[in-house]
């Protein structure tokens, strides 16, 4: 059997709005697909990521002063993060977490970090807080996404990296933007929480599938269309909810 | 001038109070914000107010209960108290408060000022009424859409201890305990390892960050979700050995336990009480309360924040647990109580979208924060899960945590006809329920139509 290596980056520390159902869908799913799903855990910012043994490499949201903390960690093996994404390694980076990724964190008392620079955008740090539903299309693969979001930071891409294109909600850093997330190889940020991949398990998929083809395994078995049928009876009543909430 | 300006506002507020007495009105904010609004530091303007004697109650859950304890036990006692114990938090709450329970010059009525506080306004309730006393019960996952992630609360929190000040802090909550580092003095109040202390050891628990140094915090049991001795992994930062005040022999049998050399009886037996009880004990005695006096008035004591309603439903029983929506806490608490009850049952679950204010929205995420696996063997024959936008969302969550799905009925409506006609179909007669206040409150009122 064919083995997906899902790596899971400090499960307690990036542990807002529980994301842990993100690695239960991702071996929910990989199990579907006939793989067998291994997680390794990374418990503390010092300890060794293995990227070697990685296919998959979760971050799930953290608090906004988690960002400094991951860019240190990441910025100790910046070459083997370089070969990973590089190689077709995913990275899916929920929240907070993607502003590490991006090229510049601006923080509210006036101070910066530099990012670790892989996704041209800037992340700054917002004095409220918005919270609000998300519906988008994934470009490329023309997926309907949905999720919550609450927003502690705002973001703006610099370049034609959008993961996917608003059809609800406020996105990356307004509602007039429209954009969502950001994408760059098989390196994906979104704000969507949910947790994202048990609202999308078609997002799981993809994501399981680029990380075989990656490493060469082709011809996955695809769960049958019945298997999400739950999933998008949900998003139908979210989409409805969202068409009708402003006459509530 | 500002003081005879403060007493025109006082009077007028006072008036106002008294008017919406008489249209049957609480008015539990108006006067304050009236008051505020005409006067912008107009709490600053009180007598007989002294700091030593003024204590703010904030933290995530357990600020009511704890309040009204507090209040209860001094009043037993034979202690004046100012307080607002109709659970206004805000500063217009606060100032109502104070416009009720002063003269008509402005001089506060009671010896002891203890309010509970929001969070979000402590600072701004601070800045006008600097008490010498704080408690903080924990700082944990709440109304995201509002509060973000714990550490904004934090920093909000954070702000305002300083050196003068006294808090007291849950030992077993490491966000609340590490406050230690910003306050002149600390008082601890704790709960001993009890029958119903539980470890978590699943592959997908998780914890939390070290509030000190953002690394995995380990906790060795768990008294309840999230509270328990504590260390982490990396700098040492640990619950204390010795707490000021403990809670110890938890009999939850005989309703007793053991705190500062009494035995006292328990009003309520639920886990998260004995951290009210401890934190009520541990003020107390810094009032000059002793121990033994707040015991005796705990068997007066009621509960006004009650979560837990029985309601008679043809031959059925439906037990309401109440929660607050995205609070993970009051959930897990639901489900803990409802997998008590071994016997069979039918279990209504209606987690709904956010309503508070706008931007509405449906996040159910809070769910996956809590364990499931409890219900899994607590008799449930089936359950039922209702909601207009989120009910597909809430059976997953059931699902994903084992439950099986052939056992649940999906209604995505919030419509109580489609609800009752679900629940008829069963000849269960225990029955759970939960989900928010405003949608329970709804299906009461049309109750007597399905009757």
Known sequence: MNKLNITWCWPDILNLHGDRGNVMALVRIAEKMGLEAEVHKVVNFGDEIDLDNTD???????????????????????????????????????GTTGASFGKTIRKLDGTAVTGLGYLDMECRERDSIVGDDLICKMRETGFDLNGSQIQVMDTFLNGDIALGDVEYGYGNCSYEDRREGARTENLIFTNMLGPVLVKNPWLAQELILWAMSSKGVMNLLKPDEGEFELERKSLECVRRYNQTKQNK | ???????????????????????????????????????KD??????????????FITGTNGKSTTNNLIVHALRASGKKVTTNLEGANLITGVATAMIRDSSMLGRVNGDYLIFETDERYLAQIYEQLPAKNLCVTNIQKDQVQRNGEPDFIYKKIAKVVNKDMRIFVN???????????????????????????????????????????????????????????????????????????????????????????????MPYDQPFFLYNYALAIAVCKMFGVGAESVSKSFESFRNIAGRLELIPYKTKEIKYIRIKQENPETLTTAFDFISQDKERKIFLIGLEQLEDFQPFYTNTFYAFDCDVESLLHSNIE???SFSEAVAYDTANRLIYGGFPEDRITVIPSDENDDIFAELDKYDCDNVYLITWLHKYEQMMEDLPKYE
């Not at chain 1, 990973?84 to 990275?91: C, K, W």
């Not at chain 2, 107009?42 to 204590?55: A, G, S």
């Open chain 2, 171 to 265: 030992n077993e909550e490491p966000r609340a305990l590490s406050l230690e580092d910003y306050a002149g003095e600390v008082r601890t109040y704790s709960v001993e390892r009890h029958s119903k202390s539980f470890e978590k050891n699943g592959f997908y628990d998780v914890t939390m960050g070290c509030p000190k140094c953002n690394n995995k915090i380990a906790f060795n049991y768990y008294n309840v979700d999230n509270v328990g001795e504590f260390r982490c992994t990396s700098c040492g930062f640990h619950s204390r050995i010795q707490p000021d005040v403990q809670v110890t022999d938890v009999d939850f049998e005989n309703r007793t336990f053991r705190c500062d050399g009494v035995s006292v009886h």
């Open chain 2, 42 to 55: 107009f709490i600053t303007h009180f007598t007989h107010v002294d700091p030593e004697r003024t204590l």
């Open chain 1, 56 to 94: 998959i490499l979760l971050l799930n949201p953290g608090e906004f002063k988690s960002c400094e903390y991951i860019v240190n960690a990441f910025s100790r093996i910046k070459e083997d993060l370089d070969d990973y994404i590089y190689r077709g390694g995913v990275i899916l980076a929920v």
């Open chain 2, 382 to 384: 089936h359950c039922i």
């Open chain 2, 1 to 39: 001038m500002k003081r005879i300006w403060f007493t025109i506002v006082l009077w007028g507020s006072k008036f106002g109070l008294f008017l919406c007495r008489l249209l049957g009105k609480n008015g539990t904010y108006i006067a304050g914000a009236f008051a505020l609004k005409l006067q």
